[in-house]
């Protein structure tokens, strides 16, 4: 290592480490730009790292090697040259998930190697990624596999969204257990949160993925984690009309090009729980936008029907997948400002998505839907839109179709991964919002593709149709596990709301478990700038209070703090809408009592509304209060939270 580059590296506050040889032994240094997180590099007979939060080791002897071809990148290696730099800037996102100013801060080490490849290491205030990059002359090469495993100094309980296969919706509970616990063979989607101790915690995830499968995680049997990944299909099959399952793999995992980056593995690190709910790493490390002009996406509330099963009442028609019903739902979003409707299954001959049924005049609804500037937003199949992608998306766009929500791909190969990516762009082509349900990994393309509103993978208000696994406790541990990723479409809003005795799951005339100030805390907890209200038009119109609160929360944001909140314990969120400000608290099934500090608030008065759970919420979910008063940033309110509670309030000058 020369003296120009050991002084750049002091510059740069990064030491290197000397060692006696330096081509075959050098060991790197990196700090994040805060000091408080340390990656420790070394390149001898294979390259290792370890992690350390404030001097203490979260991570140790952690490994990574990329075999391109058959030939393993990462063993043996040899440093040509090291680069460090720092990036620090303020972004400003097309769309506001969490903040309208990002800061991108951070410091890089960029390790070249003999053979044609470098890594990549950053350290944020917020964590740590890595990725291989390859300058390699072939126009094409094959991935057969890439190692990543995590190894920790202990056997710490991690919340791990364990899956069958790779053939999921990624619609998961994040059930805590040991590392240990976990068995090669026990597979999970994204993010593994790992209690570290201290209060701690590590998320693991990606981003910036395109052209290659999504990180999968799966035991080692010991105290650590390492990344699987869905083959590359060469045969597939497709049953009914939506599972089109891979029958044949190959042995490897991607068919790419030679020259090209590969995605970011992260580490977000937090010192306290609800850190994780602000942590924009993911977000930070994706593609910037691939849309020019994104001043035409518009994020908002959409009123669905598959959920509530059609249950409109106290009118002259027959409900059902019909015009006269959906003008119904276009009549209610124009009452209350809501700028989108969502037309799901049954609205088109399903394994065509051009035939629409005749109960449905689809000019008549445009039309009306314009009249009444309310948008509407078309369900479909993954695979048949594929089939007739250009078409279709030429014909929504005469209809005036202001969106798309594309379900059932429950894959994350490389094929589908790429399919995420050209549906978002041949849409953003059309000014068209597209919403992936039926897999998780789009989550985390959000920034690349701001048109991509919204994403599921997520165990959500749907679940309640057949089950009792949406329950409070799962969805105050949803928050700091699955929306670390990126926007998660849950789709609250219930108005039936049921404790343990009383719940059932009832298909086609839906309840949630919990409360509805639980309900309502969602729509400030959980982030969706597309984010649905799923139950009945008629069950809303007949909630004119409830509704003084579900017509005016925002589903973008400018500023969020996180008040106070434990891992699938509780939650505790205010967040900022221009001058408005709203707090959401969700607990598990533990009745609590929990403060709110209003030093939040700039100088001035605020008039206060706020739902909060009735006398009686513990017996009758549905029950709550509506309490107005006066708050400023010196007021302090202790709040109560039933079994399964919320409390939901908005303030405003």
């Not at 801060?105 to 990549?120: H, I, P, S």
């Not at 209690?195 to 995680?217: C, N």
């Not at 276009?330 to 065509?352: C, M, Q, S, T, V």
Request: contains cysteine; glycine residues 6%.
């Amino acid at each position: 290592m020369n003296s120009t580059l050991w002084k750049a590296s002091l510059l740069m506050a990064a030491v290197l480490w000397p060692a006696s040889d330096a081509r075959a032994q050098a060991s790197y240094d990196l700090r994040s730009p805060d000091n408080s997180i340390e990656v420790r590099i070394r390149t001898a007979k294979s390259i290792r790292y370890d992690v350390l939060l404030k001097g203490r080791a979260l991570l140790q002897e952690c490994t990574l090697s990329l075999d391109v071809d058959h030939k393993k990148m990462g063993l043996d290696p040899k440093v040509i040259r090291s680069n460090e730099r720092s990036e620090n800037q303020i972004l400003e996102p097309a769309v506001r998930q969490k903040f309208a100013k990002i800061r991108d801060n951070y410091k890089e080490m960029r390790l070249e190697m003999e053979g044609g490849y470098a890594v990549v290491f950053r350290a944020y205030n917020e964590g740590v990624a890595y990725r291989f990059e390859t300058s390699l002359a072939q126009e094409q090469v094959e991935i057969y596999g890439e190692e990543m495993t995590l190894n920790f100094p202990s056997n710490f309980v991690v919340y791990y969204p364990q899956e069958d296969s790779f053939f999921s919706h990624n619609e998961r509970r994040y059930t805590p257990q040991h590392l240990r616990e976990i068995a090669p063979e026990f597979i999970a989607s994204l993010p593994a949160v790992i209690d570290v101790g201290e209060g701690a915690k590590v998320a693991i995830a990606e981003s910036d993925v395109e052209e290659y499968p999504g990180l999968w995680l799966r035991g080692t049997g010991g105290n650590g984690l390492s990344a699987t990944f869905p083959p590359y299909p060469l045969h597939e099959k497709l049953e009914r009309d939506r599972d089109f399952r891979v029958v044949e793999s190959a042995d490897y995992i991607a068919t790419t090009t030679g020259k090209r980056t590969f995605p970011w593995r992260v580490l977000g690190i937090v010192e306290r729980d609800g850190d994780l709910l602000t942590n924009q790493l993911v977000w930070l490390l994706e593609k910037p936008s691939q849309v020019q002009d994104t001043s035409w996406i518009k994020p908002g509330k959409v009123a669905w029907d598959w959920w509530n099963y059609n249950n409109v009442y106290g009118v002259d028609f027959k409900v059902g997948v019909n015009t006269q019903t959906y003008k119904y739902y276009i009549d209610f979003a124009a009452k209350y400002g809501i700028p989108y409707i969502i037309l799901d299954e049954g609205w088109y001959k399903l394994g065509n998505v051009l035939d629409v049924v005749p109960e449905i005049n689809m000019e008549e609804l445009t039309a009306y839907a314009r009249q009444k500037n309310v948008g509407i937003i078309l369900w479909v199949v993954w695979k048949t839109l594929d089939d007739q992608l250009i078409p279709a998306l030429d014909q929504y766009a005469k209809w005036g179709i202001k969106g798309i929500k594309v379900d059932f791909m429950q894959r994350s190969d490389q094929p589908v991964i790429n399919y995420y990516h050209k549906v978002s762009r041949e849409t953003a082509k059309r000014k068209m919002l597209v919403d992936f349900h039926g897999d998780q990994k789009s989550a985390v393309m959000t920034r690349t593709w701001p048109n991509l509103i919204s994403t599921e993978g997520v165990r959500g208000l749907e679940w309640s149709k057949w089950s009792a696994e949406t329950e409070p406790k799962h969805n105050v541990t949803l928050p700091f596990t699955r929306m670390f990723l990126g926007p998660m479409d849950y789709t609250p809003g219930a108005m039936l709301n049921a404790q343990k005795a009383s719940f059932a799951p009832i298909f086609n005339r839906p309840m949630s478990l919990g409360t509805r100030c639980h309900q309502l805390a969602m729509y400030v907890v959980y982030e969706s700038p597309l984010q649905m209200l799923s139950d009945s038009p008629s069950n809303y119109l007949r909630e004119p209070e409830t509704m003084e609160f579900l017509a005016p929360v925002p589903t973008e944001w400018d500023e969020t703090k996180v008040l106070d909140a434990r891992i699938a314990d509780y939650v505790l969120v205010a967040r900022r809408n221009g001058a408005d400000w709203y707090v959401g608290a969700m607990t598990d099934w533990t009745p609590r009592e929990l403060e709110i500090d209003f030093s939040f608030l700039p100088d001035g008065k605020f008039q206060m509304e706020a739902y909060q759970d009735g006398a009686n919420a513990d017996r009758n979910g549905s029950d709550y209060k509506l309490l107005k008063s006066q708050v400023n940033k010196g007021s302090k309110l202790k709040i109560q939270l039933a079994p399964g509670g919320g409390w939901a309030a908005r303030i405003h000058p």
